[in-house]
């Protein structure tokens, strides 16, 4: 059964300089110790002789504040600590968040990483142990497994995050992705794009994206459109795109901020590489609406795949003319639903067409 620690007094046997710790706080989703932090009414009292629970904490707690940050705790702003270029914890989120992104096509210049150690108030420290509560629940009513993951949250400007920080999410916040209305969606620690993509530029020309802990326990598939706002059933607790591969969490509004916990802000600036990458030996495609009309690309993957899926395309459209979701998502929405390789096809067949169309009306004139 995953452990459970609670939030704490910082002990002076944890305030030390070896990093390894913390190596795990940050990917390892089985587990869902939260950083351990000052200010609450257990300060040491410099007893040293309570060991009782403390091998227990020193090996499992993974999140232990060490190093440079022990140092700015009591200074830091709204509960955030900014992390340091050198501390490992950094290192393993910049990374991979900068990793991911390279992989399809961008490149992501981090400005810098700050860590919520929840002591701007005792009402950010409860939060804290609420999440804690909720998991262990979770845990025990799934036979051990409380699911807890990794996933970005963006589409929001630097104030919005900070009212985040400071108070929750908000029902504002709620309905976003603008494919699941009733829900707050975030996107799994190894697929950040659309939450890069949707952050918004502050003054400076940063974005800034949150990295929160998710409590999933058992999940179920929620269809995109779906008009789904809680649990089709007591046997499950949040939802996801995929089964076997999900990309997005699905928090029921109900439970925004009992199974969110937001623990890291980044701060970065992107820009696209001109050559892109190939995955699989597959060249990505660049957006579609260049090279072909909506509605012809739709008829042309109605030869192609379900009508399920065509549906789920129409729908992306309508929703888009509705200006209910932006041609960004609409665009997106339609490479998840085909696939970066059936559209290239399609894109190459009617490219060809149009091609030989155009010839064959120059050649028309001519004659």
């Known amino acids: 059964m995953s452990q459970v620690i609670f939030p704490a007094a910082v002990d002076r046997r944890l305030l030390h300089d070896d990093d390894d710790n913390e190596t795990m706080s940050y990917g390892d989703g089985d587990h869902v110790q939260i950083p351990v932090i000052e200010g609450s009414d257990h300060e040491d009292s410099g007893d040293d002789d309570d060991s009782g629970d403390d091998e227990s904490v020193v090996s499992d707690c993974e999140s232990v504040v060490t190093g440079d940050s022990v140092k700015s705790v009591k200074n830091s702003v709204?509960?955030?600590?900014?992390?340091s270029e050198g501390e490992k914890l950094h290192g393993i989120i910049v990374n991979k968040f900068v990793s991911k992104l390279g992989e399809i096509g961008v490149k992501a210049d981090v400005e810098c990483v700050y860590r919520n150690m929840f002591n701007a108030s005792v009402v950010t420290q409860a939060k804290v142990g609420s999440f804690q509560i909720y998991a262990k629940a979770v845990g025990a009513k799934n036979g051990g497994e409380a699911n807890v993951k990794y996933g970005w949250f963006g589409g929001c400007s630097k104030e919005e995050i900070d009212r985040i920080i400071g108070f929750g999410f908000g029902y504002g916040d709620v309905g976003k992705s603008g494919v699941f209305g009733n829900a707050l969606v975030l996107n799994a620690d190894h697929s950040p794009l659309e939450s890069v993509e949707s952050a918004i530029v502050d003054g400076d020309g940063v974005k800034h994206i949150l990295l929160c802990r998710v409590l999933l326990g058992k999940t179920e598939v929620v269809n995109r459109f779906s008009t789904q706002c809680h649990p089709s059933s007591e046997e499950f607790d949040s939802g996801v795109d995929d089964s076997v591969s999900p990309k997005k969490y699905i928090i029921w509004s109900s439970q925004m901020n009992t199974h969110i916990l937001p623990e890291f802000v980044i701060s970065f600036k992107t820009q696209r590489i001109v050559n892109r990458p190939q995955v699989n030996g597959v060249r990505l495609a660049?957006?579609?609406?260049?090279?072909?009309p909506i509605p012809d690309l739709i008829a042309n993957l109605s030869k192609m795949l379900p009508p399920k899926s065509i549906k789920e395309i129409t729908q992306y459209r309508h929703s888009y003319v509705e200006r209910k979701i932006s041609r960004l998502d609409m665009i997106r929405g339609i490479r998840e639903v085909t696939g970066d390789r059936m559209l290239m096809m399609v894109l190459k067949?009617?490219?060809?067409?149009?091609?030989?169309n155009h010839s064959g009306s120059i050649y028309?004139?001519?004659?």
């Open 286 to 292: 660049k957006p579609v609406s260049p090279w072909i």
């Open 78 to 83: 709204n509960g955030l600590v900014k992390l």
């Open 349 to 356: 067949d009617f490219t060809e067409k149009r091609r030989v």
């Open 364 to 367: 028309n004139r001519v004659k």
